[in-house]
């Protein structure tokens, strides 16, 4: 059973709410063997979702440690409150980014976007502006990597020809934003050319494109969602 990349972001996004909307420490254990069950069936991913969470262990802590501080100066609570309050909120918050960085690590954006144009291409409306709102993301998607590459070559040339960097990080900002101009002016003639390819191929002369391979909701994709929006209203709203 293969589902809509759209069901795939629906489950996420409403495991996200869930998250959010906890307020329970069994909640909130619950969302973590949750999590535990996700991560141990995308196991090949674990390399990938792990390099990306670590990035934020740093904000993590230090966005506990800010809200102990306000809550220890603003409020008249116990220490011990502070500290559960605080660790409460930081497991919520790190359980949240987890499984999003879950997401991002295992599904594509190019299968997204592909269900997203299918549903408008079988859609009776028509506008230009959402055609280049789904172009503007087909290219980001499809070009950006390529120039992350070229600019992963170019500060590897830099420290190739032993130019310091500092390792300063407003001093490094200060100083790539010096290559930035040149490195725009660079891209502008692959940008020339992609415009006229499309030019060529038509774009822009019929309201709406089509899309292949063609991704469409089957009934597995409307079960899924219904199940999964009860049992959410079930473990939030509804008291036993």
Known sequence: MKLNPISHLYFYLIFGLSIILSKSPTLILVHFLVLLALIFYNKNKFSKWKKLVIQYQKLFVLGGLILFTVSFIVTEKSINTIIGDSLFAMSRVVLLT????????????QNLIAALRSIWYYSKFEFKCVENFFIYFELSLRFFPIMEQKWFLTDKSQKALSINIRKNQLSKVIQWSKYLPDFIILNLDQAEKIVKNMSL????KKPKRS???????????????????MMIISIHYVKI
Do not use: Q, W
Request: glycine share 6%; aromatic share 22%.
């Open 201 to 204: 191929r038509g774009f822009g």
């Open 211 to 229: 899309t292949y391979p063609i991704v469409v909701f089957n009934v597995y994709d409307f079960f899924f969602i219904t199940l999964i929006l």
């Open 98 to 109: 987890s499984s999003m960085a879950l997401y991002v690590v295992c599904e594509k954006s």
